[in-house]
């Protein structure tokens, strides 16, 4: 648990951000505080959760059917004042988030190294687009000075898992090795949530259509 210096009203801005991002990260629109506290390090007291969540909602800063209690699993969706909002608090640099270290392929296993896949036209539709649109992302995204030479190595890895899905057969060993192992560092390391919301969405489906399909 990590206490938060300032009090409730430094709580109700760390959670709005924590929140804002975690839905970025996910990809979805909806998010509870415990999706949030798996990927961010927030103070769980109970009673500022509950009343946080609750304001959220009357300030009309999110939309969601909370019940009186318990709400920690409960999701929320961010409204496009409550969007504003936590973006006007990043933008002030007023939020200091500490991210939870954790491994995004965990719960991959690594593939045979003889395991040969052929992808149908739709399996390839399927994760196709979603590199194409992580390659647009990364070729207008300027990289992270902290970091310099991680998007060029990302940008080339995940280049050349294309080449090997567009090939249509080929090892799954070596799309773990190349685009998967690719993603996974991206999610980690890369500080833009978009596109660490797109490496997610495209980490989902290879896994669904290619690394554990039947």
Do not use: C
């Amino acid at each position: 648990m990590t206490i938060l210096v300032g009090g409730y009203t430094s709580f109700e801005e760390h959670l709005l951000v924590a929140i804002y991002y975690t839905s970025n990260i996910l990809a979805k629109d909806e998010v509870s505080f415990a999706e949030a506290k798996s990927l961010y390090a927030l103070d769980d007291n109970t009673r500022w959760l509950n009343r946080a969540m609750m304001h959220f909602v009357d300030v009309k800063w999110a939309e969601g059917p909370l019940l009186l209690g318990e709400v920690e699993n409960q999701p929320i969706e961010l409204t496009a004042a409550g969007l504003r909002q936590a973006e006007e608090l990043i933008a002030a640099d007023k939020i200091v988030l500490e991210r939870i270290s954790f491994d995004p392929l965990g719960g991959i296993k690594i593939p045979a190294s003889d395991r040969i896949v052929s992808l149908n036209h739709n399996q390839l539709a399927a994760v196709v687009q979603p590199i194409d649109d992580l390659v647009g992302a990364l070729d207008a995204d300027n990289g992270d000075p902290d970091q310099p030479g991680l998007r060029e190595q990302i940008l080339g890895e995940v280049r050349a898992g294309r080449e090997l899905i567009r090939a249509g057969t080929f090892r799954s060993f070596l799309l773990y090795e190349t685009l998967v192992r690719a993603l996974g560092e991206l999610i980690k390391r890369y500080s833009n949530p978009t596109i660490v919301a797109l490496a997610n969405a495209l980490l989902g489906a290879l896994v669904s259509e290619i690394l554990q399909a039947k």
